[in-house]
């Protein structure tokens, strides 16, 4: 197991040099840069800025000199547009907020899509199960960008009880809006996985045996059939962990909560490579980390599995 | 010999609202609460004034730190720093007379040596400002080279001959000059702060501005919160007690927390005007705005299309745009329809007579079905064209209006969205036939706008080119009134069309009743906090 893990971290270091060459390049591929704008910069004052930070190197400098400053000082650069902030000052002023209210969300969204899912299930073809496929579906269609106006419509405008945005240092009156936008529809497919899952599984040849030899329901439900259901949901939450807690755009712009969601997106579009690098390898090492995870876990309930 | 010049003789501005600090009226009581809170809508990307870039950071800017002048309720220059200048006969030498009890927020005194370390930071390529053009744009002599590399810093036309006498030459007369120093770029720094500090000078506790306000908080893309200076040497004015200006993305997010109470000011989304004036009479305001918004024909010699070459077609066009019907029907917050380039409501500009401005838009759809048919396109002989415009929805909805206008002439136009960056990129290459495009003043005086159409600008992207216009604009420079030469100018435009003029901003937002001196009549929309307060209602 052990020898397995190290084999995994040894190929995620190629993996993440070969994402930042590839998004290195496409970026640099995209037309405009970060300087590009309205009133186009005379040539001197571009080049000024270009010697500044280092754009008028060939790319492959720029791209060697880059990777070098993370290896050697964990160092990702200067924001491009945000001219008083480092890439690191950015993601850790954002990164922390959207982990906490990804992390939340996560949880809700799991605890309540999995029990849904389970009692669908179980109670298959009655009116729990149509509830159940109900909410799920209707949290499905509902995206986030309608769910967060009509939230601060009802919780701000007109009942007064929540502030509509705002971070304020992550109190929990900031928090219940973003963290029920952002898990709705994750909720909405953990609840389907699960109950899909969760059928297949309990008509199986082991919980038919479970229950011949007078197993009560509940320990049928919770010993036998809950783990092996559990599978396929678990390969669904790494990567959902990962793209909840590096943030919601949607989140991030209505809420007004700092996070990276928006930072990444803004990247994209302001040119600001550095942040948009940083972002990247952030959400890259992230998701080669938790599908690590997942597949340790994997082991974990399904002794079959063996590394 | 000095001519000397006070600064209240050559402002024509009557001083009849408050002229410097927060004033109020005869009648008005104070209110308890001095708090104000304001939108932005995106995160403030730098606290440093040579290297700032955005309006919304400006406004920041205007009220963590001082510039020679300020301007007052209506635009017009009131002592800042500087408490008068003297020009020299032939123009080219300004003498700042600076107040003596000006001090930075740590207790140190503003010398004239701040402001010349500021604007050699400013010029300075290791600074590397995107404003630095902004020194050029002043002609502060030796500004151009040093930006280039070509000539050392210390070479910049900027002295202090002591404590509190600045000294600037320019490299030829400039008659707006004095109107360009309430720009955050020529702002004063402190120099040990930075030198101390390095790129980090500019966070809440570190910041030493001179302004009326220090930094309290800033946490990116969230908020700013300020409080007032007790160094300031007109402290005793100041009334706001807290500022927080919060960042809201999303105009309607915005909007909607604005009716819920957390918010003092914000602006209207497109649209949405008529129905909050209809709602909130009191609260919902469109004044002007000194921005103008047109489609830049390409008239490129290698790059622009052969039809755009001919004025006949350029002229159709623009005369086939139903203005009312855009500004009534898409746009719907108070602008103006707009038949010229420079924004009507600029200081001093006199519109010359547009012949197609008075007409009805029968009149101009005939004339432009005239002219396109004397070009050789019509009906059955249609006249293709692509408009690049940048993904906005009031951009688009604008497009499609256009693009049905000009369908009715005769005029295929075929819409192409694009991100941000690439249809900036695409115009600045030459890369296009017709694209949206809007500019905003960046002092009150027509040359900010009729600058752009000179061959030698750096924005002409449609690369219109006129000797006479050229010729009109250097004159201008020099010339004891420049104005009557602006409408020369502007007739020029006119009759030569190498854009087609839309409409005419207006700042459309939503302001508290109780909140005053914001300077709703500046038409560059720049308020100072200093200057506002809150009423008892």
Known sequence: MLAYIAKRLAIAVPTLLLLIIISFLLMHAAPGGPFTQERALPAAVLANLEAKYGLDQPLWRQMATYVWGIVSDFDFGPSFIYKDRTVNEIIAQGFPVTLTYGSLSFLLAVIVGVTLGVFAAIYHNSWLDYLAVGISIGAQVLPNFVMAPILVLVFTLWLRWLPGGGWEGGQWQYIIMPVIALSTSFMASIARITRSSMLEVLNSNHIRTARAKGLPERKVILRHALKPAMLPVISYLGPAFVTMITGSVVVDIYFSTGGIGKAFVDSALNRDYAVMMGVTILVGALTILFNLVVDILYAWIDPKIRY | MMNKLLLTTILSVGLALPAVAATPQAGETLAENQDYTYWLLDAIKSMDPQINTDVEGSGILRSLFEGLYNEDQEGGLVPGVALDHELSDDKTTYTFHLRDNAKWSNGD????????????????????????????????????????????????????????????????????????????????????????????????????????????????????????????????????????????????????????????????????????????????????????????????????????????????????????????????????????????????????????????????????????????????????????????????????????????????????????????????????????????????????????????????NGKFFSEEYDQLMKDSKTAADPNPMYTEAEQILADEMPMAPIYQYTKVEMIKPDIKGAGLMNLMQNWYLKDMYRVAN
């Open chain 2, 109 to 460: 005194p503003v010398t004239a040596g701040d402001f010349v370390y500021a604007w050699k930071r400013l010029a300075d390529p290791a600074t590397a400002s995107e404003y630095a053009w902004y020194m050029e744009l002043m002609q502060v002599k030796n500004a151009a080279k040093i930006i280039a590399g070509e000539a050392p810093v210390d070479e910049l036309g900027v002295t202090a001959v002591d404590d509190h006498t600045l000294q600037v030459t320019i490299e030829a007369p400039l008659p707006y000059f004095p109107k360009m120093l309430t720009h955050a770029s020529v702002f004063p720094v402190n120099r040990k702060v930075i030198e101390a500090n390095g790129d980090k000078w500019t966070e809440a506790g570190t910041l030493v501005g001179n302004g009326a306000y220090v930094l309290k908080e800033h946490i990116l893309g969230e908020k700013v919160v300020m409080e007032p200076n007790p160094e300031y040497w007109d402290n005793e004015h100041t009334i706001l007690q807290k500022v927080t200006a919060l960042t809201i993305n999303d105009q309607d997010a915005a909007l909607t927390r604005y009716l819920a109470g957390e918010l003092d000011r914000v602006d209207i989304p497109a649209g949405r005007y008529p129905q909050m004036k209809a709602e909130y009479p009191d609260q919902a305001i469109s004044v002007p705005q000194s921005c103008s918004y047109i489609y830049m024909f390409n008239m490129d010699e290698a790059k622009g299309p052969a039809a755009l070459k001919d004025v006949r077609v350029r002229k159709a066009l623009s005369y086939a745009i139903d203005r009312d019907i855009i500004v009534n029907n898409i746009l719907q917050g108070g602008q103006a329809p707009s038949y010229n380039w420079t924004h009507a409501a600029t200081e001093g500009f006199t519109l010359p007579e547009i012949d197609y401005a008075s007409w009805t838009q029968a009149e101009r759809t005939a004339k432009a079905k005239e002219l396109l048919a004397e070009a050789g396109f019509g009906m059955d002989n249609p006249l293709n064209l692509t408009l690049n415009y940048n993904t906005s929805e009031s951009h688009k909805k604008i497009a499609i209006a256009v693009q049905q206008f000009w369908k009715g002439v005769g005029v295929n136009l075929t819409l192409n969205n694009m991100e941000w960056k690439v249809h900036t990129d695409k115009m600045q290459n030459q890369d296009f036939e017709i694209a949206r495009y809007a500019w905003c003043g960046d002092y009150n005086e027509a040359s900010t706008y009729l600058d752009l159409f000179t061959s030698y600008s750096g924005h002409n």
